[in-house]
C-alpha cells in the first residue's frame, strides 16, 4: 500500500492543512490553536446551554488536548481575561472554565469568519456530498 492511500495518512494530512488554514483565521487575536480550541469549545457549549462551564478535563476530552496543553493554554487565557475560573463545589480539586465577557466577545467576532472559512472550504463540495462526508467521519470514529 502507498502511503498517500493510508486512511489515517490522508486524515492526518487532512487535519494539518485545514488547521493550519483555520489559524489564519484567528492570527490576528494571537491565539494559539490550543487556545482557539478551547475558546470555540466554550463558546459552543455557552451557546447550547447559556451559563454553562466545563472542567479542564472535559476540555481536554472535547478538544483532543492533552493535560498540558490545556493547562498551558487556560493560563494564558485567564492573563488575557479571556476565561474565567471558579472552584468546583463537588470537587475541590477541579475548577469550571467559562468565557469572560471578552472571551465570548472574541468568540463571537470570529465566529462569522469561521463560518466564511469553511464555506469557502466547502464551495466545490455539495450538501449531499458534505453530508455523506460527515457520515463517513462518523463510522470511522471508535
Known sequence: MKLDDMLAYKVAMLASDLSESLAKEYAEYKLTNPQW????TLGATNDSAP????TAKELAMATR??????SRALERLVKRDA???R?????????HISLSIKGEQIYQTL????????????ENITDDEYQ???KVIDA???
Not at 65 to 70: A, C, F
Open 37 to 40: 480550541r478551547i475558546i470555540a
Open 51 to 54: 451559563g454553562a462551564s466545563l
Open 65 to 70: 488536548l492533552d493535560k498540558v496543553q490545556v
Open 83 to 85: 476565561i474565567h475560573k
Open 87 to 95: 472552584a468546583c463545589a463537588d470537587d475541590k480539586r477541579a475548577t
Open 111 to 122: 465566529l462569522p469568519k469561521i463560518t466564511r472559512w469553511q464555506n469557502k472550504r466547502l
Open 132 to 134: 455523506i462526508f460527515l
Open 140 to 142: 470511522l470514529r471508535p
